[in-house]
């Protein structure tokens, strides 16, 4: 996994993290808006990347509205704590962010169009914040596992990497 975070200070010391839970966190099955499935499998071809946009819950209706979207989710991720609830992210004890998993259709609608409005949809010069959001699970995340959006997130970060303090978490 590879993912780009944009950070103004640092993630808690590991001896400071959240222990957490084995059990994962129930899923309601289906999307309230779609009614898809929340959890693979994914119809054939289709892609996920996260996001981490500030609150999710604003991101993922940027992204449920995209033609080619099969489903989109909220979630924590980029953090260590196994299973975390939303109190322990937010005490900031977890390292996670809050994130929106957009599951597409490449063949309706490209990573660069996403990463489009990745950018667009909010500030991510903000650091640890979106607006009156503040805390380290608002800072601004991309998380990718295909190499070909790797190198594409890669190459559309690297004019806008001045003057932030860049740091890769995976």
């Keep these: 996994m590879f993912s780009f975070s944009f950070l103004r200070r640092k993630r808690p010391a ?37 996001v981490g946009m500030g609150c999710f819950w604003g991101a993922e209706r940027l992204f449920w509205q995209v033609p080619g979207i099969w489903v989109t989710a909220v979630g924590y991720a980029g953090g260590t704590t196994p299973n975390p609830t939303y109190w322990e992210v937010c005490s ?37 914040r979106q607006g009156n959001d503040v805390g380290s699970q608002y800072r601004s995340c991309i998380f990718l596992d295909d190499p070909d959006g790797q190198a594409l997130a ?11 303090r860049h740091a890769c978490w995976g």
């Design 154 to 164: 890669g190459r559309t970060l690297a004019p806008t990497r001045r003057g932030w």
């Design 14 to 50: 590991s001896t400071d993290w959240v222990p957490g839970r084995a059990e994962p966190v129930e899923l309601p099955g289906l999307h309230h808006v779609s009614g898809r499935p929340l959890a693979p499998p994914w119809p054939e071809g289709c892609r996920s990347l996260l």
């Design 92 to 128: 900031e004890g977890t390292g996670h962010a809050e994130t929106v998993q957009v599951v597409y259709d490449p063949r309706e609608v490209t990573l660069a169009e996403l990463l489009r409005r990745f950018f667009e949809g909010h500030d991510p010069t903000q650091g640890m």
